[in-house]
């Protein structure tokens, strides 16, 4: 199911019990994924588990972080870096730890052109962990693209730019020279959302380099970080369920 999951470009949590202290109805080694709509696959305990892996893991989702889970009775001990300990209310006890790995999809670029420098960043930026694609006028971006640069040398340019601003990509690029970049996006509403030429100022000279500089200025544009995950208030666990963990 992760190979699809991947290939539909689908965020998920795969939860891994790592160690269980009896008495639980989770083994060491037991794996769960856990989906953006809260769909829970596989196992990971009773219904006091389940319940507190989901809500986790939904949390992590949103910051795009990992992080291990203790459930265990009368949580209390002092708070640990990568370390989340949750209360188990279950009348039954048991110590659960469970790895919540969070998988995104790499950002995805598309990249539309087949000169030398759109092939540079379909290769560089899948060398350097972007999901680049080639594509062509009719692909229009989806709501996950990351970035459009567009490096056609003038053909079908403002048909891919409109689609682009249209579709609220966060990052539009275009290869063309100042002068002509300029005329281009001055031309189209929004055009300003435009960078051109596309690329930091890194005096890049080859395509991979001016491949890099585009990749570079797309990183640039990245949200900030989010902070770091807290765990639940204590009341909130320990309204999860009343079953073994």
Known sequence: MGETLRSERTPYVLATVVRAE???????GDR??????????G??????????VRDQALRLLESGESTLLRITPGAGSAPMDGLVTVNNPCLSGGTLDVFLETVIPPALV???????????????????????R??????????????????THGRDEEA????ALHAGVPYIGLIA??????????????????HTPAGLDIGARTASEIALSVLAEILSQRPAPPRPVAGPEPDRAEAHGHCCA
Do not use: W
Request: charged letters at 20%.
């Open 22 to 28: 009896r008495p639980t109805s989770a083994k060491t």
């Open 160 to 163: 891919i730019l409109k689609a």
């Open 177 to 194: 020279s100042r002068k002509r970049g300029s005329a281009v996006a001055a031309s189209l509403e929004h055009g300003d959302r435009i």
């Open 110 to 132: 598309h990249v539309h052109g087949d000169g030398p420098v759109a092939r540079a960043l379909v290769d560089v930026g899948r060398a350097a962990g972007f999901d680049a």
């Open 43 to 52: 196992f990971v305990g009773g219904g006091c588990a389940e319940s507190t």
């Open 32 to 41: 769960a994924l856990v989906l953006p709509d809260g769909t829970l696959e």
């Open 134 to 151: 080639p594509s062509g006028a009719a692909d229009p971006p989806g709501p996950d693209a990351a970035a459009v640069v567009v490096a």
